[in-house]
């Protein structure tokens, strides 16, 4: 899993250092509530996350989340 802000990594890692598999989640999700495909769960987030570090998101830029063999899910941060 990647997370890149206007192309820079700002954080990488992967499934198998979350502290519930993926296939738990989606269990445990699923007894209730009904998953369609397309859903995506958000299970959290693995180190860098930016507020720790003083960086904060602004109007303009540009995230995307990415999953190996699933893809990219890229949004835009526009301002309140």
């Known amino acids: ?12 890692s992967h499934t198998s250092k979350m502290i519930f ?18 859903d995506v769960l958000a ?7 930016g507020a720790a570090l003083g960086r904060f998101l602004k109007a303009g830029d540009r995230l995307e989340a990415e999953v190996e063999r699933i893809g990219v899910l890229a949004n835009r941060v526009v301002a309140p």
Do not use: H, I
């Open 21 to 38: 598999p993926v296939d738990e989640c989606v269990s445990v999700l699923s007894q209730g509530f009904t998953l369609l495909p397309g």
């Open 43 to 49: 299970t959290g987030t693995p180190e860098g996350v």
């Open 1 to 12: 899993m990647a997370l890149r802000v206007n192309g820079e990594t700002r954080q990488s």
